[in-house]
Nanobody
Framework: QVQLVESGGGLVQPGGFLRLSCAASGSIFSIPVMAWYRQAPGKQRELVAQSIRGGMTNYADSVKGRFTISRDNDKNTVYLQMNKRKPEETAVYCC??????????????WGPGTQVTVSS
C-alpha cells in the first residue's frame, strides 16, 4: 500500500510565496518521477512541475523562474516552492509519483490534493 500526503496549502497574497510538500509512504522500491499538478475551477488539470530522479526537472512555461521543484529521496518527499504568486493560480494542487513497488513494476499514485488560494 502506497500513500501520498500533501501539506502546506492555504491562503497566500498575490506576490507572496508558499511551499508545498508531498510525502510518499508504504511499500516503495524507488520513485523515478514525482510531480505537481493543479486544477483550477472549471479548468483541466495541468502539469506544474516534474522532478525526475537523477536531477532533471520540467516546468510549465507559466511558472518558470518563479516555482522550484525539489525532492528528498531519503524521505521520499517532493517540494514545490512557489514565489510571486498570482490570483489566477488559485487551484487544488496535487502531487503524483511514479513509484516502483517491486522491481520493474511501476504505478502512478496521486495525493488527495491541497487547496491553494491566492487572494488579498
Amino acid at each position: 500500500q502506497v500513500q501520498l500526503v500533501e501539506s502546506g496549502g492555504g491562503l497566500v497574497q498575490p506576490g507572496g510565496f508558499l511551499r508545498l510538500s508531498c510525502a510518499a509512504s508504504g511499500s516503495i522500491f524507488s520513485i523515478p518521477v514525482m510531480a505537481w499538478y493543479r486544477q483550477a475551477p472549471g479548468k483541466q488539470r495541468e502539469l506544474v512541475a516534474q522532478s525526475i530522479r537523477g536531477g532533471m526537472t520540467n516546468y510549465a512555461d507559466s511558472v518558470k523562474g518563479r516555482f522550484t521543484i525539489s525532492r528528498d529521496n531519503d524521505k521520499n518527499t517532493v517540494y514545490l516552492q512557489m514565489n510571486k504568486r498570482k490570483p489566477e493560480e488559485t487551484a487544488v494542487y496535487c502531487c503524483s509519483a511514479d513509484i516502483t513497488v517491486v522491481a520493474s513494476t511501476t504505478f502512478r499514485f496521486w495525493g488527495p490534493g491541497t487547496q491553494v488560494t491566492v487572494s488579498s
